[in-house]
């Protein structure tokens, strides 16, 4: 079997005159080629596994509504009667009275669409959170769930850092920037260089055999799935550990996100006790979805007042008055917080005409006045186009449409990967990795392809440390085995 894929292999390569191959006369080619192929080799190692994980949970996490209301249908829908519904701080005081003692609400969901069960997220004493699932119109208790532990939470965090924290997090930004090179050296192999044919560089040739069939399938696949990787990447890349942190921290620090309402400053004699308080940004809010362009904003303080503080229901009636129908309200943790409304849809929650509709609204404790009003159109343009962004890349933005072609993408990915492998499989000599040989003399284009490798590296930081060590690695171990 193996004599048979080396001798389809030869085949193939004498059957691909449109492409360049290591095999081709130019020394220069075939110089450049190996360069290429090396390091589409290097990233496509790193980057399979990584990219396998990231591809099932989000053709998974993109399906998140269907998935849910087929696991807690019966704890997310009531049964909307003609009787009017209970009191938000009545429906708090029924689950607590179903949780252990020392149980706090953080936040309470407020929604428009009468079948909507109300969901309380209640802090435990041993510090993990639980959502209290009520009939807002009994106040019958239809269930909890943990909001940590729940499936698709999990499937998220996977997506996201591997359930490893920081580094897990730092890992998977890795493998989506590798995977930048991967598309790129991909495209710079795939690219005619001779006559152009349909067969073999759009479409497949069905009629190759072993290795080459997979070479075949492998090569035209990432050139079809190529735009849907990039914009995968680039969409997921703000909300990742490192440089999605640091990216969203300068977009707000430059302005991206102002208010367009905002209270006045609090007394003098308030200053002092409140410069002893931690600032809080919106991300550290018992949220459970938060707009990319507002995560990084602190969250301001009301001003402390001789008088009581409102109850839910108060909170809830000036919200309404402002405009807001569905949305998570965070309640205030401490005497110089505030409530916060906070309407940011998940995935398949809403259709394109709703993305404008993302708002935050805080409103002071105590007087009940907005301290702070952050619409979409406050948006900067950078904030306005992530937003978009990450709507497409969660099959957000129109519908069922959006859901099937993330999956597709992302099952094409997968498809990649696999392909790569039984291609490395099938071609690695025993007892070996089978990397592209190093090419000791690197032609004239090396530099502009350094270039591109610097540019990178400067623009994504992690990405330019890993590959200064790949380099090196690659460099003083190779040249010295050599």
Request: glycine letters at 8%; proline letters at 6%.
């Amino acid at each position: 079997m193996q004599a048979a894929s080396q001798v389809a292999s030869k085949a193939a390569s004498q059957t691909l005159p449109q492409q360049a191959t290591p095999d081709d006369s130019s020394s220069v080619a075939s110089r450049n080629y190996r360069i290429l192929w090396r390091w589409h080799f290097y990233a496509g190692l790193f980057v399979m596994p990584f990219l396998m994980v990231l591809a099932i949970t989000g053709a998974i996490y993109v399906f998140k509504p269907q998935i849910e209301n087929f696991l807690y249908g019966d704890m997310l829908h009531v049964a909307a009667g003609g009787q009017p519904r209970l009191a938000y701080g009545k429906l708090l005081g029924i689950a607590a009275d179903a949780l252990p003692a020392g149980a706090a609400p953080t936040s309470v969901s407020v929604s428009a669409d009468p079948s909507r069960s109300t969901e309380a997220v209640f802090r435990l004493p041993s510090g993990d959170s639980t959502s209290v699932y009520l009939d807002p119109y009994s106040g019958r208790l239809l269930g909890t769930l943990s909001v940590e532990h729940r499936l698709m939470k999990q499937v998220r965090q996977i997506h996201r850092d591997l359930l490893l924290g920081r580094w897990g997090g730092w890992l998977m930004e890795l493998a989506a920037c590798w995977t930048l090179i991967m598309v790129g050296t991909g495209i710079a192999l795939w690219w005619p260089r001779k006559r152009f044919s349909i067969w073999g560089t759009l479409l497949p040739r069905l009629g190759l055999r072993g290795r080459a069939i997979w070479r075949e399938l492998h090569l035209l696949a990432g050139i079809w799935v190529s735009i849907g990787a990039l914009f995968f990447i680039l969409s997921g890349l703000p909300w990742s550990s490192f440089w999605g942190k640091n990216f969203q921290a300068v977009v707000t620090w430059a302005g991206a996100s102002q208010p367009k309402i905002v209270a006045k400053a609090p007394p003098a004699h308030d200053m002092a006790a409140m410069d002893d308080m931690p600032s809080m940004k919106m991300q550290d809010l018992p949220l459970a979805n938060v707009p990319w362009a507002v995560g990084a904003t602190p969250v301001p303080q009301s001003r402390r007042m001789p008088r009581q503080a409102l109850d839910i229901d108060q909170a809830v009636e000036i919200a309404t008055r402002n405009g807001m129908a569905t949305y998570q309200l965070a309640l205030p943790g401490k005497s110089s917080g505030v409530f916060t409304a906070s309407y940011a849809p998940g995935a398949g929650e809403f259709v394109r005409s709703d993305l404008d509709r993302q708002r935050t609204l805080h409103i002071d404790q105590y007087s009940g006045s907005i301290v702070k009003d952050l619409r979409f159109a406050d948006y900067n343009p950078v904030s306005k186009l992530v937003t978009l962004g990450v709507a497409l890349h969660m099959g957000e933005y129109f519908g069922l449409a959006n859901q099937l072609l993330c999956a597709a993408v992302s099952l094409a990915l997968l498809g990649m990967a696999v392909t790569g492998f039984v291609m490395w499989w099938l071609r690695r000599p025993q007892d070996s990795l089978g990397a592209p040989k190093r090419v000791s003399q690197p032609p004239p284009s090396i530099v502009r392809w350094k270039s591109y490798m610097a540019l990178l590296g400067i623009i994504f930081p992690l990405m330019g440390a890993s590959m200064i060590a790949v380099w090196l690695g690659d460099t003083l171990f190779f040249r010295k085995r050599a």
